[in-house]
């Protein structure tokens, strides 16, 4: 009964390439969330999503940030044309339902260093 | 907007005191209220969730507290043990149920 899968668990990229972060939920939640922790802040909601649909993406910048949880296989996180500022760590954290009721199950994160 | 204050900031014990952790939130119009810990370099370990019907819940030695009217919930944790050095969160969900706000932690060091 695995976790929540995230990878890579760390991911060096220069300014200007794109970082693609993978989240697994836990066998049977539907319900996947992706967070922001930056050094010595802390943890920021990007966007909500269930399977096809982006519920909630308040919290995503408009610009250079897109998710995605298809119908099958892992929720995506991308970054275009990553700048130093997107250092960070990315933790996704999943649930059988929305949040209100259920609780929330972590993954170990994702954590990106631009160079 | 939900907004998450944990008090203190840092937290430093000898073993086997018995310490409490405090957060505050802003909206208390909330479903359940969810403590985290969360060990350095790592991801985040679910410890507690109080629903809102309730006022306390309990796990071995932890025990966290919710008060709604007030805003304001606490984490205790009894007889202290050097593995209980992580930073704690605490976590508020918005009224929109789509998110949990969390409070910057309290880290907590228990010397040996």
């Known amino acids: 009964n695995a976790g929540v899968m995230q990878n890579p668990r760390h991911l060096v990229r220069r300014r200007g390439q794109e970082a693609r972060l993978r989240c697994s939920p836990m066998k049977g939640h539907s319900h996947v969330y992706w967070y922001r922790q930056l050094p010595e802040e802390g943890l920021k909601f990007m966007v909500y999503l269930q399977k096809e649909n982006i519920i909630d993406e308040s919290g995503m910048p408009k610009e250079r940030f897109s998710a995605e949880f298809p119908k099958e296989g892992p929720s995506i996180l991308r970054i275009q044309q990553v700048v130093r500022g997107d250092s960070a760590a990315y933790f996704c954290?999943?649930?059988?339902?929305?949040?209100?009721?259920?609780?929330?199950?972590f993954g170990a994160g994702s954590r990106l260093t631009v160079l | 907007k939900q907004e998450v204050t944990q008090i203190p900031a840092a937290l430093s014990v000898p073993e086997g005191e018995n310490l409490v952790l405090n957060c505050s939130f802003t909206d208390s119009a909330i479903y359940n209220l969810q403590w985290f810990r969360q060990d350095p370099g790592k991801g985040l370990t679910s410890l507690l969730l109080?629903?809102?019907?309730?006022r306390e819940q309990t796990s071995g030695r932890l025990n966290a507290s919710l008060d709604k009217s007030s805003g304001r919930s606490t984490l205790y944790i009894a007889a202290s043990q050097p593995g209980d050095s992580a930073t704690y969160l605490c976590?508020?969900?918005?009224?929109?149920?789509?998110?949990?706000?969390f409070g910057t932690g309290t880290s907590l060091t228990v010397i040996p």
């Open positions: 954290a999943s649930s059988p339902g929305r949040t209100g009721a259920n609780v929330l199950t």
């Open positions: 976590a508020a969900p918005a009224n929109t149920g789509n998110q949990f706000y």
């Open positions: 109080i629903q809102s019907s309730q």
